[in-house]
């Protein structure tokens, strides 16, 4: 099977670090003197083989302190760094705006790239979020790592769940809102004769399990706390801090140190990304089995599908080119499968004819490899993108598979031969895996064209 890294896209030709000169050769020393023109700024550093692999990943508060610490005596005796360091031929970077930016970055990069050399961050977990139910007469507030898609208000991801849930609590108790899991109905009396846990009893709840809150005063508190998450958090730190210090004066200091440390887990949620900026996208679609059976049924398949392929044509600057391919197996990312392709024969702007080249480079191959094509092959876009890609199996006089696109706005599914489109539910099972694989292999080609500049890397 091809290592994974041998397919990921360099970036633009105006990123910071600069492509050596040709007739520079690649090495340790040649890595050794690149590092020192970074900027002493937070960011992602990547680690290159001779071949322009990417072996390393990692994150920096201080891009060249950090990154030039593997070119010292101590990494070549450390053990965990050891054997591999010999191998760098090559580095770059990719700035970020904080330090926590550059810890989401440099997650999503390994679970992306799947370097060699990084062995912490190559499992399936993912960041955790504040999550706070909308749906619900009395919202509850909880971490989770599983957020869902609807009825929620979702604030991160977050880059410690320890320091989340250690700020949960000081935000716990000042608005006194609800972590359990209860169904509190206001419409069922019951609840009148429920016994409260304890966080009621240390005032730390408002109990509305008790209805000792009404609906509308609770809702009033968690307006607050968004209030709080959104930005308006100065007056509540002035407030702590004035109290802190005033316990100080009176000599309270154990009253000092507790308000201190809260006043620290308030100022960490500050560390934390933007769902845009950084989407994790696979914690917001569930059930793959779901998703391909009802594949199967609206698409009349004979069998239900394992193999999908996702493919997008991207735009770099300059005028370049550039499509992704992605693989899911069994509803599932397949990360060694996907690739990036950089248009040959196409000038200028056509997403047309640019799709046309792709799948006939892509299906060429596998039919002259004798490889098993995909059981669905999702074009992002619409008619005109289908038709391009049926045009190329046509011309190829390749069979193809299962071919479908979907058009982004209206979310509807085109098929060869059919004029009208297949319009499924927003809740659909089958639409949302493929808007899963639709928005990874978007994903995959926007965000990360830039990092990685070996032009060997794209498939030819």
């Known amino acids: 099977m091809d290592d994974p890294t041998e397919n990921i896209l360099p970036p633009e030709s105006d990123a910071p670090t600069g492509t050596p000169e040709a007739s520079e050769t690649l090495g340790f020393e040649h890595a050794s003197r690149k590092v020192r023109t970074f900027p002493q700024t937070p960011g992602v550093y990547l680690m290159k083989d001779a071949a322009g692999r990417v072996i390393y990943v990692g994150k920096a508060k201080n891009l060249r302190s950090r990154a030039g610490s593997y070119f010292l005596k101590a990494a070549a005796e450390d053990a ?88 949960i609590q000081v935000l716990q108790r000042i608005f006194k809102f609800r972590t359990c899991s209860l169904d509190i109905s206001e419409t069922d009396e019951q609840w009148k004769w429920f016994r409260p846990c304890l966080l009621a009893s240390i005032n730390q709840c408002t109990a509305p399990c008790n209805f000792r809150i009404s609906k509308e005063d609770y809702r009033r508190d968690i307006k607050r706390l968004q209030t709080f998450l959104e930005g308006g958090k100065k007056r509540l730190l002035k407030e702590m801090r004035d109290e802190m210090l005033a316990a100080s004066k009176e000599l309270d200091f154990e009253r000092a140190a507790v308000l201190r440390d809260e006043l620290q887990m308030l100022e960490r949620l500050e560390e934390r990304g933007e769902l845009d900026t950084h989407a994790q996208p696979e914690v917001f679609y569930i059930d793959p089995k779901k998703g391909l059976a009802g594949l199967r049924k609206v698409l009349g398949l004979s069998e239900t599908p394992r193999v999908i392929e996702g493919m997008d044509i991207a735009h770099l600057g300059g005028g370049e080119t550039v499509a992704s391919l992605v693989q899911f197996i069994d509803g599932l990312p397949f990360k060694p499968g996907y690739r990036r392709f950089k248009i040959k ?73 059919e004029s009208e489109p297949l319009r499924l539910s927003k809740n659909s099972f089958a639409l949302r895996l493929l808007q899963y694989v639709r928005d990874e292999s978007h994903r995959f080609a926007q965000h990360y064209h830039h990092i990685l500049r070996n032009k060997s890397t794209f498939d030819r």
């Open 80 to 167: 965990r760094t050891a054997n591999w360091i010999g191998d760098i031929a090559d580095i770059d970077f990719v700035d970020c705006e904080s330090e926590v930016d550059a810890l989401l970055m440099e997650s999503r990069l390994i679970k992306d790239i799947q370097p060699k050399n990084n062995k912490d961050l190559k499992d399936d977990k993912s960041f955790p979020y504040l999550m706070i139910t909308t749906r619900e007469d009395f919202p509850r507030v909880e971490v989770t790592r599983e957020p869902k898609a609807k009825g929620v208000k979702l604030y991160g991801p977050f880059a410690s769940a320890g320091a989340l849930r250690g700020a």
């Open 345 to 417: 024969d196409v000038d200028g702007i056509d997403d047309f004819r640019s799709m046309y080249e792709v799948v006939s480079r892509r299906f060429r191959r596998l039919s002259d490899e004798q490889e098993s094509f995909p059981d669905i092959l999702l074009i992002d876009g619409g008619k005109g993108q289908l038709n391009s890609a049926m045009a190329a199996f046509r011309d190829q006089d390749i069979t193809p598979p299962t071919v479908i696109s979907l058009a982004k706005r209206e979310e509807e599914i085109f098929r060869p031969g």
